[in-house]
């Protein structure tokens, strides 16, 4: 247990320290995005899944340590370091994703272009092959109405890839409020944690509380207002942390019992054919108005269409609901 609490405090003090040491960098290089929800669109240091990815593998690595040199133990590590592989591919990929911000330096726009969305799920296929190669996790799963079914190659050729590349899309498609998805990212890796931990599952426990740790330290420089905002690279490194935890620790049904909230956004989307933004319209008197009317394609849309809410109050609203589903995750499963 104590190794445990031991790589949530050494991810959340070095992403203390290196979020707050990262931060003058970045915007000395231009690495910077629009505070859209503020008056005057200030420029913002961006890109947070840099420092998280870091501070996150700093706890990994103090765990992997202990095992080796007092506890003389060393069998499974070998799934830890093909996650934390994935996850660095992963963060790569987020960072690029993250550039390419000439337009909004000139001032032709106020959203940089990024990466086109039929590039993101084409990019992070390859960064599921740590986990494909070690054959990491079970191939038979419990499914619904249907039973216990046993994939065989099926697994890790074609299921973690998918599951990895899924994940890492479907939090990408929510958050761009101060603090919404740092917050929300530690509420639901701190709960898949405990879970886990609740199971004996000790590898998915520590890649899940080493991550809420290194989110928790981060929101300090995330919330409003922001200091560095989380940028896509965030969220590629959280989607690839769940999956790599969830295909790990073999807990398909309470990783995607945590991301419903994402699995609506996704849907919600859709409906839009991913066109619609999350973004709400900033008022004068510093609230924001949905963006579309009435019109629903995100789970910011229905918040903001219950009454107009300032940036914190929508991340706060957010949070709050990943809270619900984590409570619900102790009860139901």
Not at 9 to 17: G, V
Request: net charge positive; charged share 15%; with cysteine.
């Amino acid at each position: 247990m104590w190794v445990l609490i031991g790589a949530f405090i050494i991810s959340l003090i070095s992403s203390l320290i290196i979020t707050k040491s990262i931060i003058p960098f970045f915007k000395r290089n231009n690495i910077i995005a629009l505070d859209l929800h503020k008056k005057g669109k200030p420029k913002v240091a961006n890109s947070g899944g840099i420092p998280v990815f870091f501070s996150f593998m700093f706890g990994l690595m103090f765990f992997i340590a202990v095992q080796t040199f007092i506890f003389k133990i060393t069998t499974q590590l070998v799934y830890l370091f093909a996650a934390i592989l994935t996850i660095f591919l992963i963060v790569i990929i987020g960072f690029f994703d993250d550039l390419n911000v000439r337009d909004v330096l000139e001032g032709k726009r106020e959203i940089r272009k990024g990466l086109k969305q039929w590039q993101k799920p084409l990019l992070t296929l390859p960064a599921a092959i740590p986990l494909m190669v070690v054959k990491a996790g079970y191939t038979s799963m419990s499914i619904p109405f249907i039973g216990v079914v046993n994939f065989g190659i099926v697994y890790p050729l074609i299921l973690v890839p998918l599951g990895v590349v899924f994940s890492a899309n479907a939090i990408n498609l929510l958050g761009g409020f101060n603090g919404s998805e740092a917050g929300m990212g530690t509420v639901y890796f701190l709960g898949l944690g405990i879970f886990a931990l609740t199971h004996d599952l000790i590898l998915p426990a520590v890649i899940f509380l080493s991550m809420a740790g290194a989110l928790l330290g981060f929101l300090k420089y995330n919330w409003y207002p922001a200091k560095i905002l989380s940028g896509d690279s965030i969220q590629y490194v959280m989607g690839a942390a769940l999956a790599s935890g969830i295909i790990i620790g073999n807990m398909e049904k309470a990783g995607i019992f945590m991301m419903i909230p994402f699995i609506i956004e996704f849907f919600l989307k859709l409906r839009s054919r991913f066109k619609a933004s999350c973004l709400g319209k900033l008022r004068p008197d510093g609230k924001l108005d949905p963006p579309y009317g009435k019109k629903i394609y995100s789970w910011t849309h229905v918040i903001m269409n219950i009454k107009p809410m300032t940036e914190k109050q929508v991340t706060k609203t957010l949070i709050f609901i990943q809270i619900v589903f984590a409570c619900l995750l102790f009860i139901l499963l």
